[in-house]
């Protein structure tokens, strides 16, 4: 089995940065600086969300499982829960719930913190393929809604409620395709 060398690199601070650069100040071109890398013993990582005690949540494409892995990226547990086709994983660390993409069949699945499936919900997305609906969630603690992306055929953001309910939806078309999401509590 092949296992890809993932690195812990927090993608959400490289979009924050270009985002948050003024473009006509050449100084702040290169403000990232990698600090370390660590390899992760998980085939194909998708996701990655804050967990408990420093640690974090991160899904297998490949195996379709849920692990909780530290900041150096051993790996200190494999949830019960296997999917079908999971891409990104959201955690609520209020109500202790974790929220699982399911691409293939476009549902956010509730798990508890033990990884045992609490619920489970369809997004109405009329992709062309399979391969391309769902692709990454993430969560908004002061509204307690989810934001999910799907990938591309269509490419849109939905905002939901924990019950499944679309309070909004957007189509986007500033990429070919998208493959992950996160909601900055600092900037709304």
């Known amino acids: 089995m092949k296992y890809a060398k993932t690195n812990i690199i927090f ?5 924050i940065a270009l985002f948050s650069c003024k473009k006509d100040d050449p100084k702040n071109e290169n403000n990232l600086i990698l600090i370390s ?17 420093d640690t974090f949540l991160t899904i297998s494409d490949s195996l379709s ?6 900041s150096s990226g051993e790996i200190l547990k494999s949830f019960d829960y296997v999917g079908e086709n999971t891409e990104g994983i959201a955690y609520d660390p209020m109500s202790r719930e974790i929220y699982v993409v399911e691409e293939k ?19 109405p997305l009329n992709n062309q393929f399979e391969k391309h609906g769902l692709e990454g969630i993430s969560y908004n603690p002061f509204n307690h809604h989810l934001y999910v992306v799907s990938e591309k055929l269509p490419s849109i953001l939905f905002e939901v409620t924990k ?20 909601y900055d509590p600092h900037q709304n």
């Not at 993608?11 to 979009?15: D, I, M, Q, R, V």
């Not at 019950?163 to 996160?182: K, P, R, W």
Request: a negative charge.
């Open 11 to 15: 993608p959400f601070l490289f979009l």
């Open 37 to 53: 890398q660590f390899p992760i013993n998980i085939p194909e990582t998708s996701g990655l969300a804050g967990f408990q005690d």
């Open 65 to 70: 499982k849920v692990y909780k892995i530290n």
């Open 105 to 123: 069949t476009n549902e956010i699945v509730q798990l508890d913190t033990n990884g045992f499936e609490v619920n489970r919900f369809s997004i």
């Open 163 to 182: 019950d499944g309910t679309i309070v909004e939806s957007h189509e986007l078309n500033f990429a070919d395709d998208y493959s992950s999401v996160f």
